[in-house]
Every structure is written in C-alpha cells, then in structure tokens.
T-cell receptor, first 110, second 113 residues
Framework: SQQGEEDPQALSIQEGENATMNCSYK?????LQWYRQNSGRGLVHLIL?????REKHSGRLRVTLDTSKKSSSLLITASRAADTASYFC??????????FGSGTQLTVLP | EAGVTQSPTHLIKTRGQQVTLRCSPI?????VYWYQQALGLGLQFLLW???????NRGNFPPRFSGRQFPNYSSELNVNALELEDSALYLC????????????FGPGTRLTVL
C-alpha cells in the first residue's frame, strides 16, 4: 500500500521556472527520500533527509521536512527540460524497505 | 563502479507460466529489495533480502518468491502468472551504513498475455 500522496499529480512549467512538489505520509519515519524516474525505467536517488532535519540542499534541489505535519516538499530551482520525469517521495521507518508515494509527473517545457 | 543490473530487460509470458528475474547489486551491498510497479498501482514493496536471508515481504501471494545467493545477487520467481502481474519489476540494493539509501536497477518489464 502507498504510504501517502503526492501533490500535484502532474505539473507543467516553463524552463527556468521553479517546480515544487509535496508529499504527505502517514506513519513515523526515520528518513524520507526523493527519487526521480525517467520514462518508466529505474529510479534515481536524489536526496535523503533524516527525521531530525528540517531542510536539506543538493545543487538545484531543496527538500523540507515537517514531521509534525507528516509532510515534505521538493523544490527544483531553475528547471531544465532534462528535469522532465516522475518524482517520488519514499519513507523509511523501522523496516528497511521503502514505502513510496504516488508520484508527481513533472513536465518542463523548453 | 557498476550500478545495479537486472536481466532480462523485457519478458513476455502467458498466463500460468513461471518467470525468473535476476538482479546483481552494487559491489559491497548486502541488501537487495524487489519492488513491483504496475500501472495505476504505484511502487509496491515485494521482498527484502539481506545476507542471504529473506528479511521481509510485502503484501503479495506466496507465488512470488525469491532468494539471495552468497555473492548477494538475487532472483525473483513468479509462479502461475496472472494478467495483473504485468508490471515493471525493480531491484534495488543498499549498504546499511548509508542509512536506507537504495540504488535501483533499470528494471525488467514483464508482460503477461
């Protein structure tokens, strides 16, 4: 079963704009991770944020985590056409396997 | 360093048949995870193997099984295939010292006719 929902389900923006995706989850977590998937192939790990962290940056990516609201957001700044992909949040609790959200399909128009 | 590899890339089977999917983890990773990504159902956890043992399984029937070999590679077996088994099967590996970061292979696309 899915841990939570991602919002929006689909997002279309112009190149150079920022893209924000949100993720909500239901149970307590050790960390939350974001992955990207291009065209139904393998997932690429983007960033991991631990439950005791509130914000993390990696290049053009900024992730926030609010454990009191059980939510996270992923911001991609200055988006490029190559950022077009599906983005998934995944939570890791006491069990080692990941529980994925439903994903956001991002389309960046040139 | 080589990433996670999976074989075959694509597979077409008919209902009732059996299939074996293979996964080689990143060198040094001892944990292997299997996930199913079926259309409309998202990514669902199937199985987790670590040090040759099955550590956890998701909400799937027993006809989904697997094993992990001494070199940490893994097989996923699906018996008595059903149409709804059509999906992308993803394998991931991890090293416990990296928290729970999982590195995914390209997947095997299974089509059941």
């Amino acid at each position: 079963s899915q841990q939570g929902e991602e919002d929006p389900q689909a997002l279309s923006i112009q190149e150079g704009e920022n893209a924000t995706m949100n993720c909500s989850y239901k149970t307590s977590i050790n960390n939350l991770q974001w992955y990207r998937q291009n065209s139904g192939r393998g997932l690429v790990h983007l960033i991991l944020i631990r439950s005791n962290e509130r914000e993390k940056h990696s290049g053009r990516l900024r992730v926030t985590l609010d454990t009191s609201k059980k939510s996270s957001s992923l911001l991609i700044t200055a988006s490029r056409a190559a950022d077009t992909a599906s983005y998934f949040c995944a939570t890791a609790g006491s069990a080692r396997q990941l529980t994925f959200g439903s994903g956001t399909q991002l389309t960046v128009l040139p | 360093e080589a990433g996670v590899t999976q074989s075959p890339t694509h597979l077409i089977k008919t209902r009732g048949q059996q299939v074996t999917l293979r996964c080689s983890p990143i060198s040094g990773h001892t944990s292997v995870y299997w996930y199913q990504q079926a259309l409309g159902l998202g990514l669902q956890f199937l199985l987790w193997y670590d040090e040759g043992e099955e550590r956890n399984r998701g909400n799937f029937p027993p006809r989904f099984s697997g094993r992990q070999f001494p070199n940490y590679s893994s097989e996923l077996n699906v018996n008595a295939l059903e149409l709804e088994d059509s999906a992308l099967y993803l394998c991931a590996s991890s090293y416990f010292r990296e928290g729970n970061t999982q590195y995914f292979g390209p997947g095997t696309r299974l089509t059941v006719l």
